[in-house]
């Protein structure tokens, strides 16, 4: 009877420890999804929320931030008539603790208009969760490659993700 206790209490574990990843990654989906979303509506203060705060803080914090992004996107339309056509998140990656943080990536797909040109995309976010605000918050996983950058926003960083590299597709439209 006690080794039947044993086993019922272990999978009580096993399950909500389980289901804890599995919430985490919902989560990271639909964070994603939010800031896919946002970029769309040009919403720069929400995609800020769901951004790596040290990036945030290198723009010169969130106020800063979102009238940079503004300008720029403004800017850009202006002088090639930019314009996010489509924003679609594929999927997220397992959920992995490391360094003491829930890591994962997002696979993700969009199509963008400059001047005669349409770029199609698939590229990936890095996220990591923010276990005090519980969202997830995420930095072009591109830039995880370029060491001096990395090191500035996440001192010392390893990863066992093995994050895919970006694709891109141009064609004259």
Not at 67 to 90: G, R
Not at 123 to 141: C, H, M, V
Request: charged share 25%; aromatic share 8%.
């Amino acid at each position: 009877m006690v080794m039947h206790k044993k086993i019922i209490v272990l999978l009580a574990i096993v399950l909500l420890k389980s289901s804890l990843f599995s919430q985490t990654k919902e989560e990271a989906l639909r964070d994603a999804n939010i800031t896919g979303e946002a970029t769309l509506k040009n919403d720069y203060s929400t995609v800020l929320t769901y951004t790596l705060p040290k990036v945030v803080e290198m723009m010169g914090g969130k106020e800063n931030a979102v009238k940079a992004l503004t300008n720029m996107m403004n800017q850009m339309k202006k002088d090639s008539d930019f314009k996010i056509e489509k924003y679609e998140v594929i999927s997220v990656s397992d959920v992995i603790k490391e360094q003491g943080q829930y890591r994962c990536y997002v696979e993700t797909k969009n199509q963008m208009k400059v001047a005669d040109t349409r770029i199609k995309s698939k590229s990936y976010l890095f996220g990591i969760f923010d276990t005090n605000n519980k969202i997830w918050q995420f930095i072009e996983a591109n830039k995880l490659k370029n060491n001096a950058q990395i090191n500035m926003i996440i001192p010392n960083f390893k990863t066992s993700l093995n994050i895919p590299d970006d694709e891109r597709n141009m064609e004259k439209i």
